[in-house]
């Protein structure tokens, strides 16, 4: 059984910067895909950045030059780099991975304040 752990969340003010972690139970090299989702209160869940196991890069448009997916395989971790942050970025973030089956942690919260 896969399991995704989320880190790297909290409080920050507009501007900063935060660095999203997820590590996974075992090797990431097997997933097609990771990726970053965020669900905000209210709000449906939805795409913030992904990296495919070829290295393909997706963003959202509404972070486009500001969060930067990567992926380490030797530390089986999926990292999001959270720059110029804004209050609208404010939700729970997921981790998700995808091989045969459909994969997700528990998240973490970002709260971006004024």
């Known amino acids: 059984q896969v399991q995704l752990v989320e880190s790297g969340g909290g409080l920050v003010q507009a501007g900063g910067s935060l660095r999203l972690s997820c590590a996974a139970s075992?090797?990431?090299?097997?997933?097609?895909?990771m990726g970053w989702y965020r669900q905000a209160p209210g709000k449906q869940r939805e795409l913030v950045a992904t990296?495919?196991?070829?290295?393909?890069?997706d963003y959202a448009d509404s972070v486009k030059g500001r969060f930067t997916i990567s992926r380490d395989n030797a530390k089986n971790t999926v990292f999001l780099q959270m720059n110029s942050l804004k209050l609208e970025d404010t939700a729970v973030y997921y981790c998700?991975?995808?091989?045969?089956?459909?994969?997700w942690g528990r998240g973490t919260q970002v709260t971006v304040s004024s």
């Open positions: 075992g090797s990431i090299f097997s997933f097609r895909l």
């Open positions: 990296i495919t196991s070829g290295g393909s890069i």
């Open positions: 998700r991975a995808i091989r045969l089956n459909d994969y």
